[in-house]
Nanobody, 122 residues
Framework: VQLVESGGGLVQAGGSLRLTCAASGRPISSHAMAWFRQAPEKEREIVAAISWSGTGKYYQDSVKGRFTISRDHGKNTVYLQMDSLKPEDTAVYYC????????????????WGPGTQVTVSS
């Protein structure tokens, strides 16, 4: 599967962005998907994950209540709605694919896209 992220950009603190992950090469409808991010000089970390059905969702504590992950099976696409953005959300955001329909174990996500830069100014 090939993943391509889009929707990043520069936004002021408190603003919103919607990231899109478009998948090609195979359907992702039966697979869990996730968003990760990597800030400069920091390790990549998971931000949010969604089960194949969309009913199961996981969020990192720092983004709970601000970010929403969703998916559209018909478009083979996953989204990340980011509201109330903070400077500490600045990072390159990556989409990832899981071989299973559930997002556990979180360590088994792979097939990274090239990423999209999100910069939040204070």
């Amino acid at each position: 599967v090939q993943l391509v992220e889009s929707g990043g950009g520069l936004v002021q603190a408190g603003g919103s962005l919607r990231l899109t992950c478009a998948a090609s090469g195979r359907p992702i409808s039966s697979h869990a998907m996730a968003w990760f991010r990597q800030a400069p000089e920091k390790e990549r970390e998971i931000v949010a994950a969604i089960s194949w059905s969309g009913t199961g969702k996981y969020y990192q504590d720092s983004v709970k209540g601000r970010f929403t992950i969703s998916r559209d099976h018909g478009k083979n696409t996953v989204y990340l709605q980011m509201d109330s953005l903070k400077p500490e959300d600045t990072a390159v955001y990556y989409c990832a694919y899981h071989e299973l329909g559930t997002y556990y174990p979180l360590e088994d996500f792979g097939s990274w896209g090239p990423g999209t830069q999100v910069t939040v100014s204070s």
